[in-house]
């Protein structure tokens, strides 16, 4: 049933922001090309948001505005980081009948979203900006999480885009187009009490003739097990990609794409004051071993995001979702009730030893470079100045380079990496 008349044409607004500033540090960029050794920057991200509800129609607008600073006049400089004042959200909501308890609604306009693992499709929480999609949107969900969700999108494409715009902080509105659209369905079912399962197709479809030419489908199957106080929890996800897709942007030849994604985790999480975890897990996404066979096998994680799993993003991003294969090992603890630690190791290696490293175009074509990227360890602390209002976060990656960065011709800067980050968010 709907609203009754009566509810129907009640208005209701909410306002609500976010305001988070972050210093991070490198030393010994990874990246190759010319570009500084080390570097500092402060990030800034504020955004303001009304929610409408009128009963049946609804809708939320949303303002963020995303800047960087830095002292270094050739400082990295990108869409990621920089976003001056524009819209991430502005769309209307129609309530179908549902049952109560339920979602059944229709979206249409500009909007964010995350689906499933969030692996593929994530609204950013460390990245400067975000991502952010024009198009229509159903979602039927009930009250025990199990929901369908299907989307027809073109994605938002942040601008400006070149380097000396981005460090000034120029303003351009954010557009769409249809040379790119991305699409798909997902679904998740309850399998008992705690087991959940989830089916997923995305598909995008790339035109731009500064593109790649991406047309493929990604479609996967996901498990998985929520972590619970004093049991155990863990997941497997398979995810496949078919299709076709071009080397780069400047290669006129399209190539059969063909990739794949899998990961496998097992953790405990114990029933104490302190709530330990520790959890193991494996990773693996495809790379190009031959770029002469007329394949592309290199997988891409399409608009997910790396943070929640492998690093800081921002200057560092040293882990990506495509050409490596790499085991964890995660602890994680809180001291206090409000304070919260969390320790990682990993081993980091290429999937194919002939195709590049992440998004640092670091490669050595031969293959005797070998596969050995390194072992990487991250530590994060977080403590709630005002809980559920105020937290600060400290944390960093630090990187033992292996023979893969010592060896390959490109690669800058010899030996170990690190990086830091000290922040503050604000929710009001």
């Not at 009566?6 to 090309?33: M, N, V, Y």
């Not at 869409?79 to 339920?102: M, R, S, W």
């Not at 949107?137 to 929901?147: A, C, N």
């Not at 780069?248 to 990961?263: I, T």
Request: net charge neutral; glycine share 10%; hydrophobic share 35%.
């Amino acid at each position: 049933m709907g609203p009754s008349s009566g509810e129907r044409w009640q208005p209701w607004i909410k306002f609500s922001g976010r305001h988070r500033t972050r210093f991070e540090s490198l030393d010994k960029q990874f990246r190759a090309g010319n570009r500084p050794v080390a570097e500092d920057q402060w990030f800034i991200r504020t955004s303001i948001r009304a929610d409408i509800d009128f009963g049946e129609l609804g809708g939320t607008a949303e303002l963020m505005d995303s800047r960087a600073w830095g002292a270094n006049p050739n400082r990295q400089a990108s869409t990621a980081f920089v976003n001056t004042t524009d819209f991430v959200e502005g769309n209307v909501i129609y309530k179908l009948d549902a049952a109560p308890g339920h979602t059944n609604r229709l979206l249409a306009g500009r909007y964010t979203m995350s689906l499933g693992s969030r692996r593929f499709v994530i609204r950013n929480g460390f990245r400067n900006t975000v991502n952010t999609f024009t198009g229509l949107d159903y979602l039927w969900k009930d009250d025990e999480g199990q929901q369908t969700r299907i989307f027809w999108t073109l994605p938002v494409r942040r601008r400006p885009f070149d380097a000396p715009s981005l460090r000034d902080h120029d303003f351009e509105w954010d557009d769409q187009d249809k040379d790119l659209q991305f699409y798909g369905l997902f679904t998740a079912r309850n399998l008992s009490d705690r087991a959940k399962l989830e089916a997923y197709v995305f598909g995008l479809h790339e035109d731009a003739p500064d593109s790649a030419n991406r047309r493929y489908l990604t479609p996967g199957i996901r498990l998985h097990r929520p972590s619970k106080k004093g049991d155990w929890h863990g997941e497997v996800e398979l995810t496949a990609q078919g299709g076709t897709s071009r080397a780069s942007a400047s290669s006129p030849e399209d190539l059969d794409h063909r990739a794949w994604f899998g990961r496998i985790a097992l953790g405990y999480r114990w029933d104490t004051q302190h709530d330990w975890m520790v959890q193991v897990a494996y990773d693996y996404a495809s790379g190009d071993d031959d770029p002469n066979d007329g394949e592309n096998n290199r997988f891409d994680s399409l608009y997910g995001a790396p943070r929640f799993e492998y690093c800081p993003t921002g200057l560092w991003g040293f882990v990506q979702r495509t050409n490596f294969m790499t085991p964890e090992l995660r602890f994680s603890v809180r001291p206090t009730p409000h304070t919260w630690v969390m320790l990682s190791a990993r081993d980091l290696r290429l999937a194919s030893a002939t195709d590049s490293w992440a998004k640092s175009r670091v490669r050595d074509p031969s293959g005797a470079a070998g596969d050995d990227v390194g072992q990487q360890y991250e530590l994060r602390a977080r403590f709630d100045v005002l809980p559920k209002n105020m937290f600060l976060e400290v944390g960093g990656a630090y990187l033992v380079g292996g023979g893969f960065f010592e060896n390959a011709p490109n690669a800058p800067n010899g030996g170990d990496r690190k990086m830091g980050f000290v922040e503050m968010r604000w929710t009001f």
